[in-house]
T-cell receptor
Framework: AQSVTQLGSHVSVSEGALVLLRCNYS??????LFWYVQYPNQGLQLLLK??????LVKGINGFEAEFKKSETSFHLTKPSAHMSDAAEYFC????????????FGTGTRLKVLA | NAGVTQTPKFRILKIGQSMTLQCTQD?????MYWYRQDPGMGLKLIYY???????DKGEVPNGYNVSRSTTEDFPLRLELAAPSQTSVYFC????????????FGPGTRLTVL
């Protein structure tokens, strides 16, 4: 069975500091991995996704994530936090085996301090 | 394109009442999904559909029903509302499953008292 673990339900960083949001997955087949962002009172929107091409994936708004099979991780990073990055971030996994379903992590709320 | 639209945005129900949450997408997507989001719990899949006339249960289907008579619409029905169904509900769609991006609606905030 697939699962996703996001370490840290709340993360605070100073404006201009590195953002690191952690995601570890479990999957018995090669996974597809996603990061979504949710701004207050809005739906989720895709930041980036890994679909077995390049292991370093670049997304919108300066975010990127690296797929590390040996560590079963897909951590999200951004070199310099901006106030507008304050939001909730969700990691998700899909195995594409025919179930066509995502499993979402419990989310990490990012706070950016001035 | 409007993308995925959901109505209503907010609703308060009394225990035992029924209601239908509407979801429409204009992207000609085959796959549609209903999730509920509870604080600290992430998103849980309620039902999904891989095409008109085809639906299947997700992780938390109890207390809900769905139908998919057209490609565009995927309504979610609550028959006998219970306080445990207080949540934010999101509809999503994708062209295919697996590696494809899911596009989300703005959500419906439901309170059952």
């Amino acid at each position: 069975a697939q699962s996703v673990t996001q370490l840290g339900s709340h993360v605070s960083v100073s404006e201009g500091a590195l953002v690191l949001l952690r995601c570890n997955y479990s999957s018995s087949v090669p996974p597809y991995l996603f990061w979504y962002v949710q701004y207050p009172n809005q739906g989720l929107q895709l930041l980036l996704k890994y679909t077995s091409a390049a292991t370093l994936v670049k997304g919108i708004n300066g975010f990127e994530a690296e797929f590390k099979k040996s560590e079963t991780s897909f951590h999200l990073t951004k070199p310099s936090a901006h106030m507008s990055d304050a939001a909730e971030y969700f990691c998700a996994v899909s195995d594409g085996s025919g179930t066509y379903k995502y499993i979402f992590g419990t989310g990490t709320r990012l706070k950016v301090l001035a | 394109n409007a993308g995925v639209t959901q109505t209503p945005k907010f609703r308060i129900l009394k225990i035992g009442q029924s209601m239908t949450l509407q979801c429409t997408q204009d992207m000609n997507h085959n796959y549609m999904y209903w999730y509920r989001q509870d604080p600290g719990m992430g998103l849980k899949l309620i039902y999904y559909s891989v095409g008109a006339g085809i639906t299947d249960k997700g992780e938390v289907p109890n207390g809900y029903n769905v139908s998919r008579s057209t490609t565009e619409d995927f309504p979610l029905r609550l028959e006998l509302a219970a306080p445990s169904q207080t949540s934010v509900y999101f509809c999503a769609s994708s062209y295919v499953g697996g590696s494809d991006t899911q596009y989300f609606g703005p959500g419906t905030r439901l309170t059952v008292l």
